[in-house]
């Protein structure tokens, strides 16, 4: 117990400290992250269609690479707690080689229309899905959804029926949706940034001049994990355009005293700090379901956000290491007991464009309603969801397209982008 203490009296020291920097206001800032200067003339707006390809001599290094994988040989019994097991690696790599059909997987990814345009100097690509029927009368609604690492595009694949057709799949259509998933610069098919300093707030931007070239002055924003940030600060960039936002992850890093002093009570009194029943199952304790998940979890983001170039050169030289690395998120991300299976910042102004936030039991850090609503000061919704984890869209796409539908419903029903700021 005193050992919690002094760790947690730690963590409310250093937070405090570090969130003592005075906010700034974020505004639109177009960039430059394509290769050499920036040219005189200006940007074409070409949009043009995408389609996924493999060729034969792709495959056939691909193979080669998969028959060379050298494995190491797991810990006994050590499951998925050191990351991915080898034994069950060796099973994914055969089945990768022998059984996976690479001809009905590119048809799967091509299903849905995909584009490509330049933005801020690099090629940005995107599935923008639109709705096959409309009831007379109805219009669609332009929604944005954000993937995140280690995700991409394709997380939103089961999903974008469920709300560009609602009707369809047993759900009601008085909202029906627009979709435009675009991959983040560096993820997918998207180019990746060629100068340094390209953050949230630089996709943020690109991803409104997209919305901006597609006709959409006004739109709704999804997304968790990097989508979450992304679209919050979409939110903070553009907030007269944004209709409203819906978030599957809603994280707090610039805390508040008040935050800080509920991890140390709010177990005791939660009542105190606006805590429900449920929050404090998922909060506490704190020592273990906080901080130590925070730093068994993490590793990966050190490395990752000081030395990509390092742990790049060997992901991208070889698919077995790079599916250990994404395989071992999904299984721990989905839900952290998976590891005993062998298969197993940026802070700155309020949001206050309307917001919903689906909260899944099994996502990597749990924030409750009380925290989030300090930062997105118009929460419409927050409901904790019944069961799902970090990839809410891919796990859970009825759930998390039922939250998004019963949000919209409230924004639109009491025109909520209206009232944003009063």
Not at 184 to 208: L, M, Q, R, T, W
Not at 251 to 273: A, D, K, Q
Not at 360 to 383: D, G, L
Request: overall charge negative; proline content about 6%; hydrophobic content about 40%.
């Amino acid at each position: 117990m005193l050992l919690e203490i002094l760790l947690i009296l730690g963590t409310i020291i250093f937070y405090f400290l570090r969130s003592r920097k005075k906010e700034e206001t974020l505004s639109f800032k177009e960039g430059w992250w394509g290769r050499g200067q920036k040219p005189d003339t200006e940007e074409d707006a070409t949009i043009w269609p995408f389609k996924v390809e493999t060729t034969e001599k792709d495959l056939s290094d691909l193979y080669r690479r998969l028959d060379e994988a050298r494995f190491t040989e797991p810990l006994e019994d050590s499951c998925f707690h050191y990351g991915t097991n080898s034994v069950y690696l060796r099973k994914v790599v055969s089945y990768w080689k022998n059984q996976f059909n690479w001809k009905k997987q590119v048809e799967i990814l091509n299903k849905y229309p995909q584009f490509k345009t330049k933005i801020q100097g690099i090629d940005i690509h995107f599935v923008h899905v639109k709705p096959p029927c409309l009831p007379e009368g109805q219009s669609a609604k332009p929604l944005l959804m954000v993937h995140g690492w280690p995700g991409s595009f394709y997380e939103f694949y089961k999903i974008i029926p469920l709300l560009t057709d609602p009707a369809s799949h047993g759900l009601s259509d008085e909202h029906i949706f627009e979709v435009i998933c675009p991959s983040i610069p560096g993820y997918g098919f998207s180019e990746a940034p060629h100068k340094k300093g390209f953050n949230s707030v630089s996709a943020a931007s690109v991803f409104y001049e997209l919305m901006l070239r597609l006709g959409f002055s006004e739109f709704y924003a999804q997304g968790g994990d990097w989508g979450w940030l992304i679209c919050t600060n979409l939110a903070q960039i553009a907030p007269n355009h944004l209709r409203g936002l819906h978030l599957n992850l809603a994280s707090v890093t610039n805390m508040g005293f008040t935050h800080l002093l509920s991890i140390l009570l709010g177990r005791y009194l939660p009542g105190l700090f606006g805590f429900q029943e449920e929050d404090v199952r998922r909060m506490f304790p704190f020592l273990k379901k906080g901080l130590y998940r925070i730093l068994s979890e993490s590793g990966y983001a050190h490395i990752q956000a000081t030395k990509p170039d390092t742990v790049g050169c060997g992901l991208n030289d070889s698919p077995v290491g790079l599916a250990a690395y994404i395989l071992e998120k999904f299984s721990t991300w989905t839900d952290l007991e998976f590891r005993n299976l062998e298969d197993g910042g940026l802070e700155r102004l309020p949001v206050q464009v309307p917001t919903g936030i689906a909260s899944f039991p099994n996502e990597v850090m749990h924030t409750p309603q009380a925290w989030a609503q300090k930062k997105y000061t118009n929460i419409v919704s927050f409901h904790l969801m019944p069961k799902g984890g970090h990839f809410a869209a891919l796990e859970e796409p009825e759930l998390l397209a039922e939250d998004i539908l019963q949000f919209v419903g409230k924004v639109e029903k009491e025109q909520l982008w209206r009232k944003k700021g009063e």
